[in-house]
Protein backbone atom coordinates (compact mmCIF):
# COMPACT_ATOMS: atom_id res chain seq x y z
CA UNK A 1 0.00 0.00 0.00
CA UNK A 2 1.80 3.22 -0.60
CA UNK A 3 1.60 5.52 1.31
CA UNK A 4 2.76 9.56 1.42
CA UNK A 5 2.89 11.10 4.84
CA UNK A 6 3.82 15.24 5.23
CA UNK A 7 4.88 16.52 8.39
CA UNK A 8 6.76 19.55 9.42
CA UNK A 9 3.25 22.20 9.27
CA UNK A 10 2.75 24.60 11.92
CA UNK A 11 2.38 27.89 13.27
CA UNK A 12 4.77 30.49 12.11
CA UNK A 13 5.38 34.18 11.83
CA UNK A 14 5.31 36.42 8.66
CA UNK A 15 8.77 36.43 7.63
CA UNK A 16 9.49 32.80 8.77
CA UNK A 17 10.77 29.85 7.78
CA UNK A 18 9.33 26.26 7.69
CA UNK A 19 10.79 22.68 6.35
CA UNK A 20 8.11 20.59 5.59
CA UNK A 21 8.91 16.34 4.53
CA UNK A 22 7.12 13.79 2.90
CA UNK A 23 8.08 10.42 3.71
CA UNK A 24 7.03 7.67 0.96
CA UNK A 25 7.02 4.11 1.24
CA UNK A 26 4.98 1.19 -1.00
CA UNK A 27 6.44 2.64 -4.30
CA UNK A 28 9.69 2.48 -5.84
CA UNK A 29 10.26 6.12 -4.78
CA UNK A 30 13.08 6.92 -7.46
CA UNK A 31 10.77 6.01 -10.32
CA UNK A 32 8.57 9.27 -9.50
CA UNK A 33 8.19 12.85 -10.09
CA UNK A 34 7.61 14.25 -6.85
CA UNK A 35 5.75 17.77 -5.63
CA UNK A 36 3.97 19.59 -3.03
CA UNK A 37 0.40 21.57 -3.91
CA UNK A 38 -1.56 23.53 -1.40
CA UNK A 39 -5.40 24.55 -0.96
CA UNK A 40 -6.14 27.61 0.64
CA UNK A 41 -9.43 27.72 2.59
CA UNK A 42 -12.18 28.23 -0.07
CA UNK A 43 -9.80 27.95 -2.70
CA UNK A 44 -8.95 25.22 -4.69
CA UNK A 45 -5.51 23.43 -4.68
CA UNK A 46 -2.90 24.91 -6.41
CA UNK A 47 0.61 23.70 -7.86
CA UNK A 48 3.92 24.77 -5.72
CA UNK A 49 6.55 22.84 -6.61
CA UNK A 50 7.84 19.92 -8.26
CA UNK A 51 11.06 17.83 -8.65
CA UNK A 52 12.24 15.21 -11.04
CA UNK A 53 13.60 11.59 -10.03
CA UNK A 54 17.02 12.20 -9.69
CA UNK A 55 16.63 15.55 -7.64
CA UNK A 56 18.45 17.73 -10.39
CA UNK A 57 15.40 19.13 -12.34
CA UNK A 58 13.06 21.58 -10.38
CA UNK A 59 10.13 23.73 -10.99
CA UNK A 60 8.45 26.43 -9.15
CA UNK A 61 4.59 27.86 -8.90
CA UNK A 62 5.89 31.80 -9.71
CA UNK A 63 3.99 32.85 -6.45
CA UNK A 64 6.80 31.04 -4.73
CA UNK A 65 9.80 30.99 -6.78
CA UNK A 66 12.63 32.84 -4.70
CA UNK A 67 11.44 31.60 -1.48
CA UNK A 68 10.61 28.09 -1.64
CA UNK A 69 12.95 25.12 -2.39
CA UNK A 70 11.84 21.43 -3.27
CA UNK A 71 14.66 18.68 -2.91
CA UNK A 72 14.41 15.30 -2.21
CA UNK A 73 16.33 12.42 -0.47
CA UNK A 74 15.91 9.05 -2.75
CA UNK A 75 18.04 7.04 0.28
CA UNK A 76 15.68 8.23 2.88
CA UNK A 77 12.13 7.75 0.25
CA UNK A 78 11.70 11.60 1.27
CA UNK A 79 11.06 14.57 -0.39
CA UNK A 80 11.54 18.16 1.09
CA UNK A 81 10.04 21.68 0.79
CA UNK A 82 11.85 24.30 2.42
CA UNK A 83 9.64 27.43 3.27
CA UNK A 84 11.01 31.34 3.71
CA UNK A 85 9.90 34.43 3.96
CA UNK A 86 6.48 32.85 4.75
CA UNK A 87 3.78 35.17 4.16
CA UNK A 88 0.25 35.05 5.56
CA UNK A 89 -1.17 34.22 1.38
CA UNK A 90 0.79 31.21 1.93
CA UNK A 91 -1.55 29.40 4.88
CA UNK A 92 -2.64 26.40 3.34
CA UNK A 93 -2.76 22.50 3.49
CA UNK A 94 0.64 21.07 1.84
CA UNK A 95 -0.17 18.21 0.24
CA UNK A 96 2.15 16.07 -1.48
CA UNK A 97 1.69 13.99 -4.65
CA UNK A 98 4.14 11.44 -6.75
CA UNK A 99 3.39 11.67 -10.32
CA UNK A 100 5.14 10.27 -13.38
CA UNK A 101 7.28 13.15 -14.46
CA UNK A 102 7.46 16.81 -14.10
CA UNK A 103 5.29 17.86 -16.93
CA UNK A 104 2.32 15.33 -14.98
CA UNK A 105 2.97 17.48 -11.01
CA UNK A 106 2.90 20.82 -12.39
CA UNK A 107 -0.31 20.37 -14.75
CA UNK A 108 -2.16 18.24 -12.08
CA UNK A 109 -2.72 15.43 -15.01
CA UNK A 110 -2.88 12.17 -14.15
CA UNK A 111 -0.73 12.22 -10.52
CA UNK A 112 -0.29 8.97 -9.01
CA UNK A 113 -0.18 9.45 -5.28
CA UNK A 114 -1.09 11.98 -2.88
CA UNK A 115 -0.50 12.62 0.72
CA UNK A 116 -3.30 14.00 3.26
CA UNK A 117 -1.94 16.90 3.79
CA UNK A 118 -0.12 19.18 6.60
CA UNK A 119 -1.34 22.40 7.74
CA UNK A 120 0.98 25.62 7.42
CA UNK A 121 -0.34 29.06 8.80
CA UNK A 122 1.25 31.95 8.61
CA UNK A 123 0.79 34.68 11.18
CA UNK A 124 0.46 38.41 10.16
Known amino acids: QVQLVESGGGLVQAGGSLRLSCAASGLTFSSYAMGWFRQAPGKEREFVATVNWSGHSTYYADSVKGRFTISRDNAKNTVYLHMRRLKSEDTAVYFC?????????????????WGKGTLVTVSS
Open 97 to 113: AAGADTLVVRENHGIHY
